[in-house]
């Protein structure tokens, strides 16, 4: 059974408190996603750990469940004082 966008941006949510996340359903079969994850608690690391943030905030779920995701992530932009 696929998994549905809300149930992967709360899993994200979960494990990220500070994230923004966006779910698009690529294909319409609830197996193909596309996420945009943008963080503060992103800046200052490596592209591969904030992913490694995303998919370990999905419990294994890649591949199985959730067979797709086009993963983005990104940090907020900066505010200057």
Same mark, same amino acid.
């Not at 990220?16 to 963080?39: C, K, N």
């Not at 503060?40 to 750990?49: A, D, L, N, P, Y």
């Not at 907020?76 to 004082?81: K, L």
């Given at each position: 059974?696929?998994?549905?966008?809300?149930? @992967?941006?709360?899993? @994200?949510?979960?494990?990220?408190?500070?994230?923004? !996340?966006? @779910?698009?359903?690529?294909? %319409?079969?609830?197996?193909? +996603?596309?996420?945009? #994850? !943008?963080?503060? $608690?992103?800046?200052? =690391? $490596?592209?591969?750990? =904030?992913?490694?943030?995303? +998919?370990?905030?999905?419990?294994?779920?890649? %591949?199985? !469940?959730?067979?797709?995701? =086009?993963?983005?992530?990104? #940090?907020?932009? $900066?505010?200057?004082?």
């Amino acid at each position: 059974m696929p998994m549905a966008a809300d149930d @992967i941006a709360e899993m @994200i949510r979960g494990a990220i408190p500070d994230a923004t !996340v966006e @779910i698009t359903d690529l294909a %319409g079969d609830g197996d193909h +996603y596309a996420a945009r #994850v !943008v963080a503060e $608690s992103f800046r200052g =690391q $490596s592209r591969v750990i =904030q992913q490694r943030r995303v +998919y370990d905030a999905l419990g294994g779920r890649m %591949g199985g !469940v959730l067979h797709a995701l =086009q993963l983005t992530t990104a #940090v907020p932009p $900066s505010t200057g004082a």
